[in-house]
């Protein structure tokens, strides 16, 4: 072999080392990158109600796996805007997540422009496409039990439910919590309404002092900031309320009887974690009273009899096993 050919073949073979070292360093460096996730909170963080459970699940999940993830958020978002804010969200992340039923019209369009992004939607009921999971709250089942408790510590057997927009887990909720009433006392006096808005507390307000005004003196929500208007009337006219979503007990706070969970911040979490695991994939995942407390349960905070605790868990255990059916969706 003359000296040049040997030049040659030493020179090529140092160049596939180097080539097969960048490409190493190359997959090590790309494996090491965060997993960039983008969360889309349509309300305010600060709420005291969906939008903050789903906040404080995104901050649970981002400090338990510290340099793995790398979470942003958009918050306070209007419909008309939310396809553009995904649009933002997915272009700099691979994995979106919108944290409300509402987003899930948005969520569904701009995830076909972007098939290799992974979406998820926390709220609604639906198949599962391409590259979105959807989470199901069942939130009618801890409806069914917030109406029935309602009902139970009622003094007038007069209860009321105040929703937000009229989609159908709202309407559901609304629905089951009556329902839950009637199951336990079938002489309560029930009324439902619901504002149009999860976030205006003039009509909360006054859809909660027109039930007062027929007896109502429990009341139950599927609001974001329009609670604090269900809290106004509360507080004017001496009746209590059943908080959703935040832990009312830990707050002392002397308007509320119980607070129910259901699980926002929960999915949010598993949402994440699943993707961080490589273990995501599409699919209509139901969460509810079979995902354990964290995903759906009730605490009483004060005035919790034996009776009222016995049948709060048979209530359960019924729905568990369906021999108590609400609606899904």
């Not at 990158?33 to 649970?60: C, F, V």
């Not at 809290?231 to 002397?254: F, H, L, V, W």
Request: charged content about 20%.
């Amino acid at each position: 072999m003359n000296g040049t050919r040997r030049t040659f073949l030493q020179a090529g073979l140092l160049s596939m080392a180097w080539i097969g070292s960048s490409v190493r360093f190359a997959l090590a460096e790309e494996a090491q990158k965060p997993l960039r996730i983008g969360i889309l909170i349509p309300g305010s963080r600060a709420d005291h109600g969906w939008m903050e459970s789903a906040y404080n699940g995104m901050k649970a999940a981002e400090q338990r796996h510290g340099d793995r993830v790398a979470i942003t958020s958009i918050e306070n978002v209007k419909f008309a805007d939310m396809e553009q804010a995904l649009v933002t969200l997915a272009s700099k992340n691979d994995v979106v997540i919108g944290a409300a039923g509402q987003t899930q019209a948005s969520v569904l369009k701009v995830a076909k422009r972007f098939p290799k992004v992974k979406f998820a939607i926390v709220g609604p009921t639906g198949q599962p496409t391409n590259n979105v999971a959807q989470y199901d709250v069942l939130q009618a089942q801890i409806g069914f039990i917030a109406g029935a408790v309602a009902a139970m510590m009622s003094k007038n057997g007069a209860v009321s439910y105040v929703g937000g927009l009229e989609i159908p887990a709202i309407v559901n909720t609304g629905t089951e919590f009556a329902n839950g009433a009637k199951y336990v006392k079938p002489d309560t006096k029930c009324f439902v309404t619901y504002t149009g808005d999860f976030d205006d507390v003039a009509k909360a307000k006054e859809a909660t002092l027109a039930a007062i005004a027929q007896g109502a003196d429990i009341h139950y929500n599927i609001l974001n900031l329009g609670v604090r208007g269900m809290e106004q009337a509360a507080r004017e006219k001496g009746t209590r309320m059943i908080g959703s979503y935040s832990n009312y007990c830990s707050d002392n706070n002397p308007l509320y009887i119980a607070y129910t969970v259901s699980g926002i911040g929960f999915m949010v979490e598993y949402a994440i974690d699943q993707a961080v695991a490589g273990t995501w994939h599409p699919e209509y995942k139901q969460f509810g009273l079979a995902m354990g407390p964290r995903s759906a349960d009730i605490e009483i905070c004060t005035g919790a009899t034996p009776e009222v605790l016995a049948k709060i868990k048979e209530l359960k255990d019924d729905l568990l096993s369906n021999k108590i059916k609400v609606k899904v969706g």
